[in-house]
Structures are given as C-alpha cells and as structure tokens.
C-alpha cells in the first residue's frame, strides 16, 4: 500500500473534523441540525485520524 493513503485518510478526517467541530461550536454550516449527529462524524474523524497515524507509524517500520 503507497504512502498516500494514509495521508489522504488524514486529510479527510481533518476536514471533516474541521466542518463538525464548526457545525456544533457555532452553527456552521449545517446551522446545528443534530448534535448527535455532529458528535457522531467528530469520533468517527477521530478514529479515522488516529488509524491513519497508526497505519503511517507501522508502514516507516518496513
């Protein structure tokens, strides 16, 4: 598997990290329909950052 896969992971969650945390904090741009919801994808982009990482870390040891 190339490198740029865990990096383009990271981007993603980053984003999408981004875009929730804004949704929850201060209604944009979804204007706060479902905390759950938002509360939800910022778990989920975490998980996603933290593999990302963890995949990256184990692919430096070959």
Not at 8 to 17: A, F
């Amino acid at each position: 598997m190339s490198k740029s896969v865990p990096f383009v992971g990271m981007v993603v969650s980053g984003i999408v990290g981004i875009l929730f945390l804004a949704d929850a904090a201060v209604a944009i741009p979804f204007s706060r329909v479902s905390v759950l919801a938002d509360v939800g994808f910022i778990l989920s982009s975490g998980i996603l950052a933290y593999l990302s990482w963890s995949t990256l870390m184990s692919r430096k040891e070959d």
